[in-house]
Nanobody, 124 residues
Framework: QVHLVESGGGSVQAGGSLRLSCAAS????????MAWLRQAPGQEREGVAT???????NYADSVKGRFTISTDNAKPTLFLQMNSLKPEDTAMFYC??????????????????WGQGTQVTVSS
């Protein structure tokens, strides 16, 4: 059984940084797409960043140059380094896993395993 557990969320001031982690168990990190998605109150869940098992990364325009997605396949763990955070980044962040994509999708429908989420709050 697959379990994804996020950690690293918290409250920071605008301009600050956070590093999210997603520990995966029961999942083989081969031929995959992994993603971070977020959902702000009253809004739909949106893709933030994806990474494919061959290393191909993709980012939403709103986070390009500020967020970096990475993996440690040995553990296996997914990371999201978030720098220059803005109040509009405030949301519940979820990690997700799904099959290989060309490229990885940012749609929630592309992912079949989800973590429980970790809250990120950025104050101005």
């Amino acid at each position: 059984q697959v379990h994804l557990v996020e950690s690293g969320g918290g409250s920071v001031q605008a301009g600050g940084s956070l590093r999210l982690s997603c520990a995966a168990s029961g999942l083989t990190f081969t031929s995959y797409c992994m993603a971070w998605l977020r959902q702000a109150p009253g809004q739909e869940r949106e893709g933030v960043a994806t990474i494919r098992s061959d290393g191909l990364e993709n980012y939403a325009d709103s986070v390009k140059g500020r967020f970096t997605i990475s993996t440690d396949n040995a553990k296996p763990t997914l990371f999201l380094q978030m720098n220059s955070l803005k109040p509009e980044d405030t949301a519940m962040f979820y990690c997700a896993s799904g099959p290989w994509g060309s490229p990885c999708s940012t749609s929630t429908r592309a992912y079949n395993y989800w973590g429980q989420g970790t809250q990120v709050t950025v104050s101005s």
